[in-house]
């Protein structure tokens, strides 16, 4: 029999009827005042080690993402008892137990990491910050040093408190040749009195952004992943491919610049030329797949495009660093495309890396009729990797499965699914090494493998699959192996609980509830997006496989259906009639082909060339979607801006890409556009803590909001505009680089305007051909660089600045010198202020610190800061429109409890949960002057303060009543 059990919130029937009129009656005028302010803000971080066990087995700890806590149990032959919920950062992501009683907490919202004591009242005693996104952490080496993945950005990593550091400092993100993995160490003995502790060191790797970590069985040995190291594939770009859909036309590429002779191109894009209905397609960019043993990129057709790159891509998945001298001692690659986590064995040290391979270099999605070529149920293949001996070898859990046999066609086996995993995630190995398991997120199973059929690919998934672990509630993202009971703990997001499995007999012995303030909507709707059974009629695909947690994979994916019909584009252009496009063609050669293809502005046609995976989130006040907004005229109907409409649209893509058997109701994709909607993107990890910019992004910004037109002419109302005018920014509006428009910009489509709060995740590729689009030549070869994909819909344009030196931009080209930057330094005044561009949220968000007995004189100066950004007006349309930079919370352990705080603008003076009197700043200061009442201040999404210091249920009655 299957026990749930609620924990985190009380539930008693006493308790509610007991709640005053007063009470409820001034709650909810405080709530009618601010009814545009939500109270809780989705992110939706992708957990990555939610669970822990104590090392003497009696206790297991559990991440509760959406609730900012983490939930402490006890363990006993009847299952799992709730005896302690401790407060720590924004989306806590990971955790690590370092001793029976002490606990580290990842929060990656909050880039920082909550330091949990469990002697007396279990408590955060310090809070570590660290670089941005941080994932996973585990402890190892002599001294048992904790090793932290972040991204290779974020505000602390150039603090002055840490710049004797090794590895700290400017990320130097538009710099060639540099690595965006960081790993940051610290001595867990000796964190230093500096604001955020002090880090033995931050170990940068030649990736772009890790995520799992794992430890030799003798600790001295970490591994690391890069989240998404991709594949060893790139665009070449519009103007290096020959023009006319010839395969083995040769043609030469002008202008040629240093060094020459590389302008020779092998032909145009692969056919066909048309649709179906014999549409002429736009010509468009390529994707391109090295190919280390012919040494050349080579696209579906196997031609070399070596003269179209001018980059490589080691390719380095796994690294391996010494845990004492903390130095990397290797690096292994053919990992796979995403990794999301690793394991070791125990027994023999072989190390295991669950990802995905993906398949972006065969073109096309839908019956694959037409165009020859389908991706339809095979967008990635779902792996664990085995390194052992210093080689990965790749082995496909799903290998069952005949991707030939399309669902619904002849020849299809509907049953395949039931053998079938999605998105393998954490893993653990049994102590013996025989035995491994795996949560497969989207499959809402535990894969169980042994571990020498595993090893050798011996295994069979047909029979395999007899072995795997059914789980409720869906989303299973962590594990915990409990051998002395012969029970496993699994973490599963969806419902936001975790099960307790009884390994004998394969049965769920019970569920624990974890608290979620999530909105119902958002819990309901989750599971569209993961759910790769609900989702492909083989069990391995869904939208997650390319949306990686709700983000980008990284990628571009050609993604046209030539069995497809041309259809009309409802949306508003600029520079886009038919007198626009013919002068500037006249002027510059450019576009060389007819405008999508069939020469109609006004149309979309179904093949559209090689197109970045765009993020999921922040996808509000953005209108159409895909890059070229081509979801705005769909299956449910027509709308040129509205979001809904246009998310909708995207249920072809279950049947025509992820090879569904059957289109979903419009009941669930109600429930998945109305939960996808609600996911943020985070703060920019680039722009100041302070809001403020510096010299160069001041610059940049009078340039984007002021007189002088950047694209068109220098006459007409709307023949011309500043950034502004395209890419527009009015937080209060929710426009943060777009509104809603297209624009004809010189190229063979035209593109809806995109928003520009995410530039700084595309940082990395470096490395560009010659083009006579842009005015800058070209860079010659630069050597190993950590991405495939950089700027632009099609991943092909590899820096900012490159791209602000197209001849649409230029005061050089059509609309002369009162039109377009009038140098480089404007150019890389703008690349400047891009990364730091404003967001939806301010960069203040999440940012916590922890005020002790002995370091206020290294903290006092962000509490300020705190308290200034709280006071600080900001508009948003996601936080309700004219509101403040964030609300601020503090926690501090007073006897037996870990009591809230909430700062109020009004009087200055904070809040107590308990309902008892307001006090200073200084008084709430001075709680930390004794023993075990360390003070943790967090700055939260503005309207979220409430339920997060005061009233975690926003029942009326305050926690501490």
């Given at each position: ?5 609620q ?93 029976n ?12 990491v ?22 996973d ?21 150039t ?95 002008f ?16 056919g ?43 390719d ?12 990397e ?48 149920g ?10 052992s ?61 042994d ?71 958002v ?5 569209f ?15 997650a ?33 038919d ?43 953005q ?52 939960f ?48 502004n ?15 809603t428009?297209?624009s ?31 005015l ?31 001849i ?7 609309g ?8 480089d ?44 950004r ?44 308990d ?16 023993a ?21 249920n ?8």
């Amino acid at each position: 029999m299957v026990g749930t059990q609620q924990v985190g919130v009380r539930w008693n029937w006493w308790r509610a009827r007991a709640v005053s009129l007063c009470a409820v009656v001034s709650l909810l005028a405080a709530f009618t005042a601010a009814a545009q302010v939500p109270s809780f803000i989705t992110f939706d971080s992708a957990h990555v080690r939610p669970l822990a066990l104590s090392p003497d087995g009696t206790r297991l700890f559990a991440v509760n993402t959406p609730d900012n806590r983490l939930e402490v149990f006890s363990i006993s032959s009847a299952g799992l008892s709730l005896i302690g919920a401790v407060p720590v950062g924004l989306e806590p992501v990971a955790v690590a137990a370092r001793s029976n009683t002490e606990v580290w907490v990842v929060n990656h919202l909050s880039d920082s990491v909550s330091v949990v004591s469990l002697v007396g009242t279990p408590r955060v005693v310090r809070t570590l910050l660290v670089g941005d996104e941080p994932r996973d952490i585990v402890f190892a080496g002599t001294n048992g040093h904790a090793f932290i993945t972040t991204a290779h950005r974020g505000q602390h990593r150039t603090d002055p408190s840490i710049a004797a550091v090794s590895g700290a400092g400017d990320p130097k993100l538009t710099t060639p040749g540099v690595g965006r993995a960081d790993v940051w160490v610290f001595n867990p003995a000796s964190l230093g009195a500096t604001l955020g502790g002090t880090p033995l060191r931050i170990v940068t790797l030649f990736g772009d952004t890790p995520r799992g970590l794992a430890t030799s069985p003798d600790k001295k040995t970490v591994y690391a992943a890069i989240a998404q190291s991709g594949n060893q594939t790139t665009s070449v770009s519009l103007g290096s491919v020959c023009d006319g859909f010839k395969e083995r036309d040769m043609c030469l590429v002008f202008p040629d610049t240093p060094p020459f002779g590389n302008n020779l191109m092998p032909g145009g894009l692969p056919g066909p030329a048309t649709n179906f209905e014999g549409a002429k397609a736009p010509e468009t960019a390529l994707i391109v797949k090295w190919n280390g043993a012919a040494g050349q990129w080579q696209d579906a057709l196997g031609r070399n495009f070596n003269n179209g790159v001018r980059l490589r891509l080691p390719d380095k998945d796994v690294f391996a660093i010494d845990a004492d001298t903390l130095q990397e001692t290797a690096s292994f690659s053919g990992v796979g495309t995403t990794i999301f986590n690793l394991v070791t064995n125990p027994k023999s040290g072989v190390v295991y890396a669950s990802n995905s391979e993906a398949n972006n270099l065969t073109r096309f999605e839908g019956a694959g009729e037409y165009g020859g070529s389908t991706v339809q149920g095979n967008l990635a293949q779902m792996r664990i990797t085995v390194i052992s001996g210093g080689t990965a070898y790749p082995r496909h859990l799903n290998k069952h499965i005949d991707y030939s046999k399309l669902a619904g066609k002849p020849g299809f086996d509907p049953s395949v699914k039931n053998h079938s995993l999605s998105t393998p995630t954490e893993m653990v190995v049994s102590q013996d090494g025989t035995k491994l398991y795996v949560a497969a997120f989207s499959s809402s199973k535990i894969g169980v493998y042994d571990t020498a059929s595993l090893e050798s690919n011996a295994f069979d998934p047909r029979t395999a699959s007899a072995n795997h672990i059914p789980v409720s509630g869906g989303g299973p993202s962590g594990l915990v192996l409990d051998e002395a009971r012969n029970r496993l703990y699994v973490m599963t997001r969806f419902d936001n609980a975790v099960k307790v499995i009884d390994l004998a007999t394969k049965a769920q012995l019970s569920s624990v509830s974890l608290y979620n303030p999530e909105p119902a909507s958002v819990v309901q709707g989750r599971p569209f997006l993961y759910d790769a059974n609900f989702s492909s009629a083989n069990g391995e695909s869904s939208c997650a496989s390319c949306h990686i947690f709700g983000d980008k994979d990284e990628l571009a994916w050609d993604l046209g259906n030539p069995d497809a019909t041309v259809t009309a584009n409802p949306i508003n252009m600029r520079l886009a009639s038919d007198l626009e496009i013919g002068v500037f063609r006249s002027f510059t050669g450019h576009p060389s082909s007819p405008i999508n293809g069939t020469g109609k502005q006004n149309e979309f046609h179904p093949m559209k060339g090689p197109m970045t995976t765009q993020t999921l989130r922040g996808m509000t006040n953005q209108g159409a979607m895909h890059w070229r907004g081509d979801r705005s005229n769909g299956f449910f109907g027509v709308d040129a801006g509205g979001e809904e409409m246009s998310f909708k649209n995207f249920i072809v893509a279950f049947p025509d890409l992820l090879g569904r058997a059957s289109m979903p109701t419009e009941a669930e994709m109600d429930k998945f556009t109305t939960f996808q909607l609600q996911v943020q993107l985070p703060p920019n990890p680039i722009r100041r803590l302070d809001n403020a910019l510096t010299a160069s992004q001041k610059a940049a910004s009078d340039f984007y909001f002021g007189s002088r037109r950047v694209d068109g002419i220098a006459i007409g109302d709307d023949n011309g505009f500043n950034c502004n005018g395209c890419h527009t920014i009015d937080g209060a509006r929710g426009f943060f680089g777009t509104d809603t428009r297209s624009s004809f910009e010189g190229i063979s489509q035209i593109m809806k305007i995109p928003h520009v709060r995410n530039m700084y995740t595309k940082v990395g590729m470096f490395g560009f051909p010659d083009s006579s689009f842009f005015l800058h030549p070209e860079t010659g070869q630069l050597g190993d660089q950590v991405r495939g994909f950089g700027f632009t819909h099609d991943g092909a344009v590899d820096t900012l600045f490159r791209f602000f030196s197209a001849i649409v931009f230029s005061n050089t080209s059509i609309g002369g010198p009162l039109v377009g930057f009038r140098s480089d330094t404007e150019r890389r005044q703008m690349e400047d202020f891009m990364l730091a561009a404003d967001t939806d949220l301010a960069p203040i968000v999440g940012q916590q610190v922890t005020l002790t007995a002995s370091n206020a004189a290294n903290v006092g100066a962000r509490i300020d800061l705190l308290i200034a950004r709280a006071r600080a007006q900001f508009a948003s349309q996601v936080l309700g429109g004219a509101t403040y930079e964030a609300d601020v919370v503090a926690k501090v352990a007073v006897g037996s409890r870990v009591k809230g705080f909430l700062y109020e603008r009004g009087p200055g003076t904070w809040k107590p949960d308990d309902g008892s009197a307001n006090i200073s700043t200084a008084a709430l200061r001075a709680l930390a002057n004794t023993a075990g009442q360390e003070v943790t201040f967090t700055a939260v999404p503005p309207g979220s303060g409430t339920r997060i210091a005061l009233d975690r249920n926003l029942d009326g009655r305050l926690d501490g009543q």
